[in-house]
């Protein structure tokens, strides 16, 4: 009997919370125009928590009243999962946002955008280095609004007090250097004097930018003098070893703004947080940025990035709105909005520069705004559409050879044979 | 002893117990009418659930088993690829290492979470005081964060500072394992790591066969003098059979299909260490836009844990005869 | 209900305690109700404090990770994956707790994760013992072939199928809702496979007598079988429910609105593409756990004490 009236009670909650689930489903995205205002659709992560897209979306519909835009919100961590499985639906979204090469690869030999060399050609291309990435076989596919590239973050109070000279100019030599004499202290209390992350980028993507050799050629020799240095730093306990760093998930932010490290080789994408940190307060120290250090003590500063930027879906429905946004995100008036945060758009001019230094918190420094404007940006990894498979292999022997599984001729080796072996070399 | 013994297996016999006086009545008709009447019965009690499993799981799987003979990268028309797909597999390195430790991994992951679950459940199964408070805590492990569950097993696991090998070297263990760090010992890592997390789930799993033990077998089997592991081996064990297979073939399904636990922990890596089945489906499906390739994967990955559950099917069966 | 029927059962699970020299000493040869479940009375002291020593160490052991969890959400976001691992907060920032339900809609996750995961245990359960009768008690052609299709489906990963699912799902216009969630997930075989094997632990004598007394098929299911196997249910109910609590992918892929966003959803979207606000991700397991702990100190007693046989009486 209890049995029963259990079972009873329980199905009334159930169909009681069904009927609230149903109602509380919202009707599906409706995309389109409803008494003359457009309604634009862009797939974004984490709306709430990156105030970049806030910052954009703003002042575009400000310029432009007629049309409304509707953020989809995915979640970053896996975003790239959430857009193949929605374009495999035939998802409907106007614009998705392109968050590396890599996935722009995908989008593009798959042709899930549009071609847009339209807009391309009506952006300046002197001011817009970036633009090139996206050219995938004579087409873009999509339009950067955000550029960023590696620089080296160093805490200037440490340099300092131990009496080296700021990293002004450096050689990856002179970088190993300066790491010993700033690495102090051991065990709980031991700071280094710098920290590679555990990206396989932190490696590869210095030396092709700077070698000037291709993930893409199936040969990987140029990579070895970059791992030497790497390996020798992490012998010589001037950097975190890889294995601790790896399997604690160390954040390289914690690493910097604790005062743990010295000198962090990074993406610009770290100036942002550092600015909102130290306004908030958990972020004291007093830090610069410096141009990444060189193989060579010649002058010209070479760097590695990419871009980030908007592709209009094949099966948009507001394509004149969606290429008028992108034409605005990529031009001066969506740099403007995007540096006010702290990001570096994609838009390169002396008024940006001049805006993003005025920001609240900003290094003032001349290092700084050398960093700020290298020579050269190169992708460490060209649009192709074998990207991601040889991406894959070079991160697994990436891992071999930085917890001494493999010696580093050998993960070269196995790197070049297992690349030729899948066909993957164009 | 042999009361018991006869009416245990009467309990787990599969019979359907013929009603003793129709089954001597004559005609045919009648006995077909009784099996029609059976099929419809059965049936009547599985369409629910089979009405639902059919259409929103395997129309997709059988969907994704076709799509193994196709090439389709998830967005355009697929095109026929035949057995492509599959001579691909038969030359793949990276499926090849997969296979393995995922193999390795099964044969580490079973039967230890097994022995283990069941002597939890045996330790737990008792009158103590706070009782409730430990098998609330072996359950943990399973609801904890597989983040912190990560972060903390790689922290114990760290070759130079982990609790781990500090303990190994104090009981003389010079040259202690690299664990997630090395290339052989990652997969024990995470094996290790991966059986303290499921026991707790088993462990409920025993626990709850372990209350469908009548007691008066336990008292049968005193009264004939058997002591503490006599109960256990003839009565506690035999009684426990569906529940064990029930864990066996649980355990052995999704040790093949494991996931989630490695790629937080180790990415796959050192390498490709512990990669497993299907994080190479989710790799070269999702990742690198292959799917009629992956979909080739996850069919070869089927078929061998079809090939383990009709094994294990078997086995039971003849058990129980 | 019959007393043949009734009487048998009893019998069979050890109710009667017959003659003066049962275990509970009832020379009246009344009827009494011993409980199911070969538990074994620690007698000397000593093996009990034995027994609590290595309870305890089981218990460190255990725990662990969770402490971690614990310590990490009452930091900064700065302090929490420091190396070495800081295990007591340098500064104890309570204020999280109070903070992560306006940082992100908390409250509405957990009322979502909440209705997600109660029908879906119900439907599961309900469906699965059903079906798992026709598995067990009745015997037709073709199924043992069926439940092993049925069994061996488990094995292929979701990552292998969760495309032509979601195309089909998008094509029924179902995406963005829970019924979408409730349809692929209260059907699974894992349900009726658990269930299944606990009715083969009950002896077919009970049906037979039940089906003399005239119940039909269904009325042995829910008058003999189901009450009998409590034990099993509540454990299906339990790891069902923790299951869909902590699902994160189907209801990532299906739900886009931030109103339908289940907790495992919420705890991530502090994820950010460059940096992490680790600590309140980890507030937020700690608070997601909570429910699970609760359910499960409610509900260990159905499957140890075996309640199974008060059931009869009704």
Same mark, same amino acid.
């Given at each position: 009997?209890?049995?029963?009236?259990?079972?009873?009670?329980?199905?009334?909650?159930?169909?009681?919370?069904?009927?609230?689930?149903?109602?509380? =489903? #919202?009707?599906?995205? /409706?995309?389109?125009?409803?008494?003359? !205002?457009?309604?634009? *659709? +862009?797939?974004?992560?984490?709306? @709430?928590? =990156? #105030?970049?897209?806030? /910052?954009?979306?703003?002042?575009?519909? !400000?310029?432009?009243? *007629? +049309?409304?835009?509707?953020?989809? @919100?995915?979640?970053?961590?896996?975003?790239?999962?959430?857009?193949?499985?929605?374009?495999?639906?035939?998802?409907?979204?106007?614009?998705?946002?392109?968050?590396?090469?890599?996935?722009?690869?995908?989008?593009?030999?798959?042709?899930?955008?549009?071609?847009?060399?339209?807009?391309?050609?009506?952006?300046?291309?002197?001011?817009?280095?970036?633009?090139?990435?996206?050219?995938?076989?004579?087409?873009?596919?999509?339009?950067?609004?955000?550029?960023?590239?590696?620089v080296l973050f160093y805490n200037k109070d440490m340099f300092t007090t131990a009496g080296v000279a700021d990293p002004a100019?450096l050689?990856?030599?002179e970088f190993a250097a300066d790491a010993q004499k700033l690495t102090t202290g051991?065990?709980?209390d031991k700071v280094y004097g710098a920290y590679l992350h555990?990206?396989?980028?932190?490696?590869?993507?210095?030396?092709?930018?700077?070698?000037?050799?291709?993930?893409?050629?199936?040969?990987?020799?140029?990579?070895?003098?970059?791992?030497?240095?790497?390996?020798?730093m992490?012998?010589?306990?001037t950097t975190l070893?890889?294995?601790?760093?790896?399997?604690?998930?160390t954040s390289y932010q914690t690493m910097f703004e604790t005062g743990k490290a010295a000198m962090v080789p990074m993406?610009t994408?770290l100036i942002?947080p550092l600015l909102?940190d130290a306004?908030?307060g958990t972020n004291k120290i007093n830090w610069g940025i410096a141009p990444l250090p060189?193989?060579?003590?010649?002058?010209?500063?070479?760097?590695?990035?990419?871009?980030?930027?908007?592709?209009?879906?094949?099966?948009?429905?507001?394509?004149?709105?969606?290429?008028?946004?992108?034409?605005?995100?990529?031009?001066?008036?969506?740099?403007?909005?995007?540096?006010?945060?702290?990001?570096?758009?994609?838009?390169?001019?002396?008024?940006?520069?001049?805006?993003?230094?005025?920001?609240?918190g900003m290094p003032q420094d001349?290092i700084s705004?050398?960093a700020?404007?290298?020579?050269?940006?190169?992708?460490?990894?060209?649009?192709?559409?074998?990207?991601?498979?040889?991406?894959?292999?070079?991160?697994?022997?990436?891992?071999?050879?930085?917890?001494?599984?493999?010696?580093?001729?050998?993960?070269?080796?196995?790197?070049?044979?297992?690349?030729?072996?899948?066909?993957?070399?164009? | 002893?042999?009361?018991?013994?006869?009416?245990?297996?009467?309990?787990?016999?599969?019979?359907?117990?013929?009603?003793?006086?129709?089954?001597?009545?004559?005609?045919?008709?009648?006995?077909?009418?009784?099996?029609?009447?059976?099929?419809?019965?059965?049936?009547?009690?599985?369409?629910?659930?089979?009405?639902?499993?059919?259409?929103?799981?395997?129309?997709?799987?059988?969907?994704?088993?076709?799509?193994?003979?196709?090439?389709?990268?998830?967005?355009?028309?697929?095109?026929?690829?035949?057995?492509?797909?599959?001579?691909?597999?038969?030359?793949?390195?990276?499926?090849?290492?997969?296979?393995?430790?995922?193999?390795?991994?099964?044969?580490?992951?079973?039967?230890?979470?097994?022995?283990?679950?069941?002597?939890?459940?045996?330790?737990?199964?008792?009158?103590?005081?706070?009782?409730?408070?430990?098998?609330?805590?072996?359950?943990?492990?399973?609801?904890?964060?597989?983040?912190?569950?990560?972060?903390?097993?790689?922290?114990?696991?760290?070759?130079?500072?982990?609790?781990?090998?500090?303990?190994?070297?104090?009981?003389?263990?010079?040259?202690?394992?690299?664990?997630?760090?090395?290339?052989?010992?990652?997969?024990?890592?995470?094996?290790?790591?991966?059986?303290?997390?499921?026991?707790?789930?088993?462990?409920?799993?025993?626990?709850?066969?372990?209350?469908?033990?009548?007691?008066?077998?336990?008292?049968?089997?005193?009264?004939?003098?058997?002591?503490?592991?006599?109960?256990?081996?003839?009565?506690?064990?035999?009684?426990?059979?569906?529940?064990?297979?029930?864990?066996?073939?649980?355990?052995?399904?999704?040790?093949?299909?494991?996931?989630?636990?490695?790629?937080?922990?180790?990415?796959?890596?050192?390498?490709?260490?512990?990669?497993?089945?299907?994080?190479?489906?989710?790799?070269?499906?999702?990742?690198?836009?292959?799917?009629?390739?992956?979909?080739?994967?996850?069919?070869?990955?089927?078929?061998?844990?079809?090939?383990?559950?009709?094994?294990?099917?078997?086995?039971?069966?003849?058990?129980?005869? | 209900?019959?007393?043949?029927?009734?009487?048998?059962?009893?019998?069979?699970?050890?109710?009667?305690?017959?003659?003066?020299?049962?275990?509970?000493?009832?020379?009246?040869?009344?009827?009494?109700?011993?409980?199911?479940?070969?538990?074994?009375?620690?007698?000397?002291?000593?093996?009990?404090?034995?027994?609590?020593?290595?309870?305890?160490?089981?218990?460190?052991?255990?725990?662990?990770?969770?402490?971690?969890?614990?310590?990490?959400?009452?930091?900064?976001?700065a302090?929490?994956?420091t190396v070495?691992?800081?295990?007591?907060?340098?500064?104890?920032?309570?204020?999280?707790?109070?903070?992560?339900?306006?940082?992100?809609?908390?409250?509405?996750?957990?009322?979502?994760?909440?209705?997600?995961?109660?029908?879906?245990?119900?439907?599961?359960?309900?469906?699965?013992?059903?079906?798992?009768?026709?598995?067990?008690?009745?015997?037709?052609?073709?199924?043992?072939?069926?439940?092993?299709?049925?069994?061996?489906?488990?094995?292929?990963?979701?990552?292998?199928?969760?495309?032509?699912?979601?195309?089909?799902?998008?094509?029924?216009?179902?995406?963005?809702?829970?019924?979408?969630?409730?349809?692929?997930?209260?059907?699974?075989?894992?349900?009726?496979?658990?269930?299944?094997?606990?009715?083969?632990?009950?002896?077919?004598?009970?049906?037979?007598?039940?089906?003399?007394?005239?119940?039909?098929?269904?009325?042995?299911?829910?008058?003999?079988?189901?009450?009998?196997?409590?034990?099993?249910?509540?454990?299906?109910?339990?790891?069902?429910?923790?299951?869909?609590?902590?699902?994160?992918?189907?209801?990532?892929?299906?739900?886009?609105?931030?109103?339908?966003?289940?907790?495992?959803?919420?705890?991530?979207?502090?994820?950010?593409?460059?940096?992490?606000?680790?600590?309140?991700?980890?507030?937020?397991?700690?608070?997601?756990?909570?429910?699970?702990?609760?359910?499960?100190?409610?509900?260990?007693?159905?499957?140890?004490?075996?309640?199974?046989?008060?059931?009869?009486?009704?």
């Open positions: 009997m209890r049995m029963k009236r259990t079972l009873i009670a329980a199905g009334t909650v159930t169909a009681a919370l069904i009927l609230a689930g149903c109602a509380g =489903t #919202p009707s599906s995205n /409706a995309g389109g125009s409803s008494s003359g !205002k457009t309604t634009l *659709s +862009i797939s974004v992560w984490n709306y @709430d928590k =990156t #105030p970049e897209f806030k /910052a954009l979306f703003d002042a575009f519909e !400000k310029a432009n009243p *007629s +049309i409304t835009i509707q953020p989809v @919100d995915i979640l970053a961590a896996n975003y790239e999962d959430k857009v193949t499985t929605m374009l495999a639906g035939g998802d409907t979204t106007d614009i998705i946002t392109v968050k590396n090469l890599t996935d722009y690869a995908g989008y593009a030999s798959k042709k899930q955008f549009l071609n847009v060399n339209d807009i391309a050609k009506d952006l300046p291309a002197d001011k817009i280095p970036a633009l090139k990435d996206y050219d995938f076989k004579g087409v873009h596919y999509a339009i950067p609004y955000r550029q960023d590239f590696s100019n050689t990856w030599k051991s065990g709980a555990t990206w396989n980028s932190i490696v590869q993507g210095y030396a092709a930018a700077q070698t000037g050799g291709s993930p893409l050629s199936g040969k990987y020799d140029w990579m070895k003098d970059q791992y030497d240095l790497t390996l020798g992490q012998k010589a306990g070893d890889w294995a601790t760093a790896n399997s604690q998930q993406g994408w942002a909102a306004k908030t060189q193989i060579k003590a010649n002058g010209k500063i070479v760097t590695d990035g990419g871009p980030t930027g908007f592709g209009i879906n094949k099966t948009a429905k507001n394509v004149a709105a969606a290429k008028k946004f992108l034409a605005f995100a990529a031009g001066q008036e969506g740099a403007k909005a995007v540096a006010s945060i702290g990001i570096v758009p994609a838009y390169h001019s002396d008024a940006i520069t001049k805006q993003y230094f005025g920001l609240e001349a705004k050398t700020y404007n290298p020579d050269e940006v190169n992708l460490d990894s060209p649009v192709s559409s074998t990207a991601a498979q040889i991406g894959t292999i070079l991160n697994e022997e990436h891992q071999l050879i930085m917890t001494g599984s493999k010696s580093v001729d050998d993960g070269i080796a196995e790197m070049e044979s297992r690349v030729k072996s899948e066909g993957l070399v164009k | 002893m042999t009361t018991i013994a006869e009416r245990r297996n009467a309990a787990q016999h599969d019979s359907p117990g013929q009603p003793g006086a129709a089954s001597n009545r004559p005609g045919r008709s009648k006995a077909r009418a009784l099996r029609r009447r059976r099929i419809l019965v059965g049936w009547s009690f599985i369409l629910p659930n089979f009405l639902g499993f059919a259409l929103f799981t395997l129309v997709p799987v059988i969907a994704a088993f076709v799509l193994a003979f196709m090439h389709w990268d998830a967005y355009n028309a697929p095109t026929w690829a035949g057995i492509d797909n599959f001579t691909r597999l038969i030359g793949d390195d990276s499926f090849h290492v997969a296979l393995a430790n995922t193999c390795l991994y099964a044969l580490g992951h079973v039967p230890l979470t097994l022995a283990i679950a069941l002597g939890l459940a045996l330790l737990l199964n008792q009158k103590l005081r706070g009782i409730a408070f430990f098998r609330v805590a072996i359950f943990f492990p399973y609801i904890t964060s597989l983040v912190a569950v990560a972060i903390v097993w790689n922290m114990l696991f760290n070759p130079t500072t982990g609790p781990v090998n500090q303990f190994l070297h104090l009981i003389g263990i010079a040259d202690a394992p690299g664990w997630t760090a090395s290339t052989t010992w990652a997969l024990p890592a995470v094996i290790i790591t991966s059986v303290w997390r499921d026991m707790g789930y088993y462990m409920v799993l025993f626990l709850a066969g372990l209350q469908a033990i009548p007691h008066e077998y336990y008292e049968a089997a005193e009264v004939d003098g058997a002591g503490r592991w006599q109960k256990f081996w003839n009565v506690t064990l035999p009684s426990l059979r569906p529940t064990t297979f029930l864990v066996l073939v649980l355990l052995s399904v999704s040790s093949f299909k494991v996931f989630d636990l490695i790629f937080v922990m180790t990415q796959g890596g050192p390498g490709r260490a512990t990669l497993v089945l299907s994080q190479l489906i989710y790799q070269d499906g999702i990742i690198n836009g292959q799917f009629g390739y992956s979909s080739a994967i996850s069919l070869v990955l089927f078929v061998i844990v079809l090939i383990v559950t009709v094994f294990q099917f078997k086995l039971q069966q003849r058990r129980e005869r | 209900m019959s007393t043949l029927t009734s009487d048998l059962s009893s019998e069979i699970n050890g109710d009667i305690e017959l003659g003066a020299g049962g275990a509970n000493g009832s020379g009246d040869g009344r009827r009494v109700i011993a409980p199911r479940g070969g538990r074994r009375r620690i007698r000397s002291r000593v093996g009990r404090i034995l027994m609590y020593v290595v309870l305890s160490v089981l218990l460190a052991v255990v725990l662990l990770p969770f402490i971690w969890m614990l310590s990490s959400s009452l930091k900064h976001d302090e929490v994956l070495p691992i800081q295990w007591i907060p340098q500064t104890f920032v309570w204020s999280n707790y109070s903070q992560i339900w306006q940082q992100v809609p908390m409250a509405g996750y957990l009322m979502n994760s909440a209705i997600l995961a109660v029908v879906i245990t119900f439907l599961q359960v309900l469906t699965g013992s059903f079906a798992a009768y026709g598995f067990s008690k009745v015997r037709f052609p073709g199924r043992d072939a069926l439940f092993l299709a049925y069994i061996a489906t488990i094995a292929v990963p979701w990552q292998a199928y969760m495309i032509p699912q979601y195309i089909m799902m998008q094509n029924a216009g179902l995406t963005n809702t829970f019924t979408a969630l409730i349809l692929l997930q209260a059907f699974g075989a894992f349900g009726v496979f658990l269930m299944r094997q606990y009715y083969v632990t009950i002896p077919d004598e009970l049906s037979e007598a039940a089906r003399i007394d005239g119940l039909n098929d269904y009325g042995i299911w829910a008058r003999i079988i189901l009450p009998l196997s409590k034990p099993a249910l509540a454990s299906l109910a339990l790891l069902t429910f923790v299951n869909t609590w902590n699902d994160y992918m189907g209801p990532f892929i299906y739900l886009s609105s931030n109103s339908l966003w289940t907790v495992q959803i919420g705890l991530r979207s502090f994820i950010g593409q460059y940096s992490a606000q680790y600590a309140m991700i980890m507030t937020g397991s700690v608070i997601s756990i909570i429910p699970i702990l609760v359910i499960f100190l409610a509900g260990q007693r159905y499957f140890i004490r075996g309640i199974a046989t008060s059931g009869m009486k009704g």
